[in-house]
């Protein structure tokens, strides 16, 4: 074959490039090219591909050259979304070649000696430069003067410059008590108007010079090297761009946004069944029990790590049990560990494949002994010694294995490891870390740079992991009132019975499962102030089930974090790009959580604008930090001026069905429009058409609420009830036509 190629090796490399695309771009290149001028990385000979992928997308390709001229293709997998790749727009051969291409608001300019590519905008501004070299196949990247963010969950907080980044995940790191475990997506966006996705080779960044490196695992594997620039001024934009990539995030059941309590050593069956009839006895909302193993505790679940046979000294009738707890309202989470050393296929498989230990329906298949006796997802946790593609396989063989098993019932994981893409099949934790309050504080940045890297449903461990002195009653406090405000809302650790929002309050530390000398002074465990103020956050969250689950639909649509940095609202001030002790809860509320022991008050900034104080109600001017007081029972909250707040009446777990019409909240000063989301919230049957979206538009200078209802699901007349900040009375709304308009 000669080194102009031929039509069928270039439809190879890209995968799914059309015939009249690969003979466009067959017929805009030269005369076959010298061997002695062809690009060579690491040795290898290579081609260098720019495809245009969206108007905000370029990907930039280097591919392997065979001996006989054929360009070697990028091995199927399974991190990009299934696509129809547009055709390249332009291939370098040669040292001696370049090329410029127009690109939406931007331009490509490409030269082979060395490989190198700049992005610019048509006044010159230049976005981004790419240097690979020809030597090592590492590549340069410009670092500017902004700060850069995503690479996925842990290490090094808020800003990723200054540090190196293995592109490895798990909790075998030097800072996993403070910072977490690591699940690391090779993503990196910056407020300049840039992202990054490194899509192959595996591999580290260094970012502790001014200039950021991305260095293949070796040298052998260089190529080979696809890259995805994004270049986009709006933050919304660039996320989008992300998901279209790798995938847009699931739609999970709506009791995963509920409170979720993880058990640890447990006594008998009847502890199982009374710690579920005492959160129903208190009026505590859960809805998630969870249940580790034995093997990390003496008495757990099952009989031992891999094991999917329930322990019969707490289990003695699993499935009467489960039918018990469900009858209660309860969803039952189990934890599973140990998965094979390596793991590969699709869950949907079949044949031969299935006999094989490491193939995911084989391993699928032994889940299903429990999954079939009615249990309603996994917590999937130890799996630091797959690697990077086995962990995405695992992640995915929960979602369609749970699917197969029951087609129209939305499957929940909960996983410690993963890469990108496993927003399209689960949840994420942040593996075992120190109640600490220097963790508390860097938990915070920690969620919010896992949002920015396309991952929008993390949580950590109410109250951490591994009990130190630190944990107290306050801490823990603190702790609960910041997971509230987490898309995933769990208690979980050692000394478990200080995981349960009444454990403050008996005298009894419950299995220790740590040293003394870290166990909390026994003047903690008649701590009265726990469980109310537990109780208020409970309630809070259950009231704003309807905001959270349509910021999870606006998540499943767009790639959008619901646990946002303030630069995603407000990319053009300054001030907002440097805070990550704050964040946004979708658009319209502001959650500055209390990091400091024995704090009286809370200094926080509020960007340009006018918010009201959730708690006081008062208006204040933004742009400026402010010096919040607290109390114990208080954690700053913040609604901007211009917002629509629907909130429910506090439910005991997420699908109650109450008569209580849903609030609407208006906090006025400019005028507003909120989006409502409904639909069953258990099945795949909005995927129909079957959900109602209820828009709310208020016009604030004619005090004018107009409701428009769209969608096919409209399970009973719509009733609201408004109020206007800041007056205290409301008015009730029935809506029984597609538009209804009021005057407040």
């Known amino acids: 074959m000669s080194a102009s190629l031929s039509h069928l090796s270039r439809r190879k490399a890209l995968g799914l490039m059309s015939a009249a695309g690969a003979a466009a771009l067959l017929n805009s290149q030269s005369a076959p090219v010298r061997q002695s001028n062809s690009l060579r990385i690491a040795g290898q000979r290579a081609e260098l591909w720019a495809t245009l992928v969206s108007s905000y997308t370029l990907r930039l390709s280097l591919l392997p050259v065979s001996e006989d001229g054929g360009v070697q293709p990028i091995s199927e997998r399974i991190i990009l979304t299934p696509r129809r790749w547009p055709s390249p727009a332009a291939a370098l051969h040669s040292t001696a070649e370049s090329r410029v291409i127009s690109w939406g608001n931007y331009q490509l300019r490409m030269s082979g000696s060395p490989p190198q590519l700049v992005m610019e905008s048509h006044d010159g501004r230049k976005i981004q430069q790419l240097d690979v070299n020809p030597q090592s196949g590492s590549v340069s990247f410009l670092l500017h003067q902004e700060p850069v963010w995503g690479l996925g969950e842990g290490g090094r907080q808020f800003d990723r410059r200054g540090a190196l980044y293995p592109m490895h995940h798990g909790e075998r790191v030097p800072d996993l008590r403070t910072n977490g475990a690591?699940?690391?997506?090779?993503?990196?966006?910056?407020?300049?108007?840039?992202?990054?996705?490194f899509h192959v080779p595996f591999g580290t960044f260094d970012l502790r010079t001014g200039v950021g490196v991305f260095q293949p695992d070796s040298t052998a594997q260089a190529l080979p090297l696809d890259i995805f620039c994004v270049a986009a001024k709006n933050p919304e934009q660039i996320l989008q761009e992300y998901a279209r990539l790798t995938g847009f995030p699931h739609m999970p059941p709506v009791w995963a946004l509920g409170y979720q309590q993880s058990h640890r050593t447990l006594a008998s069956r009847e502890e199982v069944l009374a710690e579920a009839a005492t959160f129903r006895q208190k009026k505590l909302s859960c809805d998630v029990l969870i249940y580790l193993g034995t093997g990390f505790c003496p008495s757990g679940w099952n009989t031992g790590h891999g094991s999917y046979k329930f322990n019969p000294h707490v289990f003695p009738y699993p499935k009467a049990m489960i039918d018990k707890l469900h009858a209660e309202d309860f969803c039952i989470v189990l934890h599973e560990d140990k998965p094979p050393k390596q793991l590969h296929g699709r869950a949907s498989d079949s044949g031969a494949a299935a006999?094989?230990?490491?193939?995911?329906?084989?391993?699928?298949?032994?889940?299903?002994?429990?999954?079939?006796?009615?249990?309603?997802?996994?917590?999937?946790?130890?799996?630091?010694w797959l690697d990077n593609l086995s962990c995405l396989v695992r992640n995915r063989m929960y979602w369609e294995g749970a699917q197969m098993a029951r087609p129209n019932v939305r499957p929940y994981v909960l996983n410690r490891n993963g890469y990108a893409g496993i927003q399209r099949y689960g949840w994420l934790w942040s593996g075992d870390i120190d109640s600490t309050w220097e963790t508390l504080r860097a938990q915070i940045a920690v969620g919010i740079n896992t949002g920015l890297s396309g991952m929008p449903y993390w949580g950590t461990d109410t109250g951490g992991f591994l009990t130190t002195p630190e944990l107290t009653g306050e801490l823990y406090i603190r702790w609960f009132q910041f997971s509230a405000f987490c898309p995933l809302f769990r208690s979980h650790g050692r000394t478990w019975k200080l995981r349960l929002p009444w454990g403050w309050d008996t005298g009894n530390y419950g299995p220790a499962e740590v040293p003394a000398?870290?166990?909390?002074?026994?003047?903690?465990?008649?701590?009265?102030?726990?469980e109310p103020i537990c109780r208020k956050y409970l309630n809070l969250r259950y009231r704003l089930l309807p905001y959270l689950y349509t910021l999870v639909r606006e998540a499943h649509d767009t790639g959008w974090p619901i646990m946002r940095a303030l630069w995603f609202h407000y990319p053009a001030d300054p001030h907002a790009l440097e805070r990550c002790d704050e964040y946004l809860w979708g658009p319209s509320l502001l959650i500055a959580p209390v990091v400091e022991k024995g704090a009286r008050a809370r200094k926080l900034y509020l960007p340009q604008g006018k918010w009201y104080d959730f708690w006081t109600e008062e208006l204040i001017d933004g742009g400026r930090e402010?010096?919040?007081?607290?109390?114990?029972?208080?954690?700053?909250?913040?609604?901007r001026a211009g917002t629509i707040l629907p909130m429910g009446p506090v439910k005991q777990f997420a699908t109650e069905s109450l008569p209580e019409p849903i609030d609407l909240v208006v906090y006025p000063g400019t005028n507003a429009r909120m989006d409502l989301y409904e639909d069953d919230g258990l099945t795949f049957n909005f995927r129909r058409g079957e959900f109602t979206w209820t828009r709310a538009i208020w016009e604030d200078r004619g005090r004018r609420l107009t409701l428009t209802q769209a969608g096919m699901k409209r399970r009973h007349r719509a009733r609201f009830r408004v109020r206007i900040l800041p007056e205290r009375s409301n008015r009730l709304i029935s809506q029984d036509r597609e538009v209804t308009t009021v005057q407040l």
């Open 182 to 197: 690591r699940m690391p997506i090779p993503w990196l966006v910056s407020p300049g108007g840039w992202a990054l996705f």
């Open 355 to 384: 006999e094989d230990p490491e193939d995911a329906a084989y391993y699928w298949r032994e889940h299903l002994k429990v999954f079939d006796l009615g249990v309603d997802g996994w917590w999937a946790d130890e799996g630091d």
């Open 517 to 530: 000398s870290a166990l909390p002074s026994r003047e903690e465990l008649h701590n009265v102030q726990v």
């Open 626 to 639: 402010i010096t919040r007081p607290v109390d114990l029972a208080t954690m700053p909250i913040y609604a």
